[in-house]
Each structure stands twice: as structure tokens, then as C-alpha cells.
């Protein structure tokens, strides 16, 4: 197990040592929840729960929901909840995103009440990547064929009329995930993230409104790296939980 600051110092988080660990993408995520709003946000497929974790500790209006398939995640989500005192406005519910409708209803993930679904996918397809040996990681990073759109699908279930998602993927995954957004979610904003200035975008952060029909927009990208490693400065002030990043624009 390990014990370490998230967001700065903002949050105390305890990961397994098997599993995911998360990182950069998280602090995406989190970052694209304004700290005026008020409302539901669910972390989906949150493993220990740093995406809802940092959300809750800089938007005091949010209340978090965190879904994970995984009983020791699960149960990692929880007590990072309580170890950060976010007991009163964030909860865990064990729960398969993948299962058919009527399995994902019973779990209590269908209800269409969420204002805002935040989500990092596992981002390798199963019979094209080499799995982990590491059950943990294996389950956390391997999605089945035909999975994201099936995720996608779970996570329109979660949101009311006109509620956002936002997903963080790999670069190359755009044409799957854009058309496992086609109608259902439009206002699409495509964010990419660069690593340095002048090197491809290997990760891309979406941001979609549920029915929306409002065309797609590509944003100018973001930079995490300076030429000598360090953060730049939007990027260092995001992991420290200082910034926010609007993809409505």
C-alpha cells in the first residue's frame, strides 16, 4: 500500500501497489469541474477515487459518487474518503460500468442523476495489447472489444438531460470515441495534451453534453512540459489543484 499527497497537498491518497495508479490524468479530469458548481459529479471507474477526491476538495458544492468494478478499489475509494473527511458528500458504489442494463439498474447506476461524469477508460483493447501479468492492472487498463462504447453508453446512463461528460484517452483512440458519442452526446470539445511544444498530443481530454446537438470544436492544445522537463506553468498549477481547465470555449 502506498500513502502519498495528491493535488498538491490537498488530498491524502492511499493506493495499492498492484492496480492503477493515477497521475497526470486524473488532475485533467478533475480539473474541468469549475469551483462554482454545485451538483452530482460521478467518477467512473474511479479505482481508489482520485479524480472524485480532487474534485470534492476543490469544489466545496460537489457531491461525488465513485463507481468501481474492483472490491479492493472499492474499498480503497472509501477509505480515502473518510481519511479526507468527505464523508457527508461522497459515497462508493461497487459496480460492473460493462454489465447489460438491467444488471447496471439493480447496482443503482442508471438513475440519470448526475450533473457531471468524469472518466479515464482502461485504454488497452484486449487482442491488441500484451495483458499485465498483474490481475489488478490487468483489469484496470484492458477494455474488451466493442468496451468503450459500451462504457460510454453506461455513463449517458448516469447523467440527466444536458449533463456533461468528460473522458480522458489516448490520442489515437479519437475516431472510437467520437463515434461512441454520436448521438448520443454533442457539444463535443477535443482537447488535446501535448507532453512538449512541438511533439504529437498523446492523450486527449472530451468534454460532451448528453443530447446536445451543437457541433464539435478542437481546442488549442495543452502543454505539460517545458523543454527541460519541468511543468510548465498551467500544467504545475493544475497538479497542485490551482487551475481549473474549461474545454466551453
Given at each position: 500500500?502506498t500513502?502519498?499527497?495528491?493535488?498538491?497537498?490537498?488530498?491524502?491518497?492511499h493506493?495499492s501497489?498492484?492496480?492503477?495508479?493515477?497521475?497526470?490524468?486524473?488532475?485533467?479530469?478533475?480539473?474541468?469541474?469549475?469551483?462554482?458548481?454545485?451538483?452530482?459529479?460521478?467518477?467512473?471507474?474511479?479505482?481508489?477515487?482520485?479524480v472524485?477526491?480532487?474534485?470534492?476538495?476543490?469544489?466545496?458544492?460537489?457531491?461525488?459518487?465513485?463507481?468501481?468494478?474492483?472490491?479492493?478499489?472499492?474499498?480503497?475509494?472509501r477509505?480515502?474518503?473518510?481519511?479526507?473527511?468527505f464523508?457527508d458528500?461522497?459515497?462508493?458504489?461497487q459496480?460492473?460500468?460493462?454489465?447489460?442494463?438491467?444488471?447496471?439498474?439493480?447496482?443503482?447506476?442508471?438513475?440519470?442523476?448526475?450533473?457531471?461524469v468524469?472518466?479515464n477508460?482502461?485504454?488497452?483493447?484486449?487482442?491488441?495489447?500484451?495483458?499485465?501479468p498483474?490481475?489488478?492492472?490487468?483489469?484496470?487498463?484492458?477494455?474488451?472489444?466493442?468496451?468503450?462504447?459500451?462504457?460510454?453508453?453506461?455513463?449517458?446512463?448516469?447523467?440527466?438531460?444536458h449533463?456533461?461528460?468528460?473522458?480522458?484517452?489516448?490520442?489515437?483512440?479519437?475516431?472510437?470515441?467520437?463515434?461512441?458519442?454520436?448521438?448520443?452526446?454533442?457539444?463535443?470539445?477535443?482537447?488535446?495534451?501535448?507532453?512538449?511544444?512541438?511533439?504529437?498530443?498523446?492523450?486527449?481530454?472530451?468534454?460532451?453534453?448528453?443530447?446536445s446537438?451543437?457541433p464539435l470544436?478542437?481546442?488549442?492544445?495543452?502543454?505539460?512540459?517545458?523543454?527541460?522537463?519541468?511543468?510548465?506553468?498551467?500544467?504545475?498549477?493544475?497538479?497542485?489543484?490551482?487551475a481549473?481547465?474549461?474545454?466551453?470555449?
Open positions: 500500500m500513502d502519498f499527497n495528491f493535488l498538491g497537498d490537498k488530498i491524502r491518497l493506493q501497489d498492484s492496480g492503477h495508479r493515477s497521475g497526470t490524468d486524473a488532475v485533467l479530469l478533475a480539473a474541468t469541474v469549475p469551483q462554482s458548481f454545485a451538483g452530482l459529479v460521478v467518477d467512473a471507474g474511479s479505482a481508489s477515487g482520485a472524485g477526491l480532487s474534485v470534492g476538495a476543490r469544489v466545496p458544492g460537489a457531491a461525488i459518487r465513485c463507481v468501481e468494478i474492483d472490491p479492493v478499489e472499492a474499498d480503497l475509494a477509505a480515502n474518503i473518510a481519511a479526507n473527511g464523508q458528500r461522497a459515497h462508493v458504489i459496480a460492473d460500468l460493462l454489465a447489460a442494463f438491467k444488471e447496471r439498474e439493480a447496482m443503482g447506476i442508471t438513475l440519470a442523476d448526475a450533473d457531471r468524469l472518466t477508460p482502461p485504454f488497452l483493447s484486449e487482442g491488441k495489447s500484451r495483458p499485465s498483474d490481475l489488478a492492472r490487468q483489469r484496470a487498463h484492458m477494455m474488451p472489444e466493442d468496451g468503450l462504447d459500451r462504457w460510454i453508453l453506461a455513463c449517458h446512463a448516469m447523467l440527466k438531460p449533463g456533461t461528460l468528460a473522458l480522458i484517452h489516448r490520442a489515437d483512440a479519437l475516431k472510437e470515441i467520437l463515434d461512441a458519442l454520436s448521438g448520443r452526446f454533442g457539444h463535443i470539445g477535443v482537447l488535446p495534451i501535448h507532453p512538449r511544444a512541438g511533439a504529437p498530443a498523446t492523450r486527449l481530454l472530451i468534454e460532451a453534453i448528453k443530447g446537438r451543437a470544436r478542437l481546442l488549442s492544445g495543452l502543454i505539460l512540459h517545458e523543454a527541460d522537463g519541468r511543468f510548465t506553468d498551467i500544467a504545475d498549477a493544475l497538479h497542485k489543484g490551482d481549473m481547465l474549461t474545454l466551453d470555449r
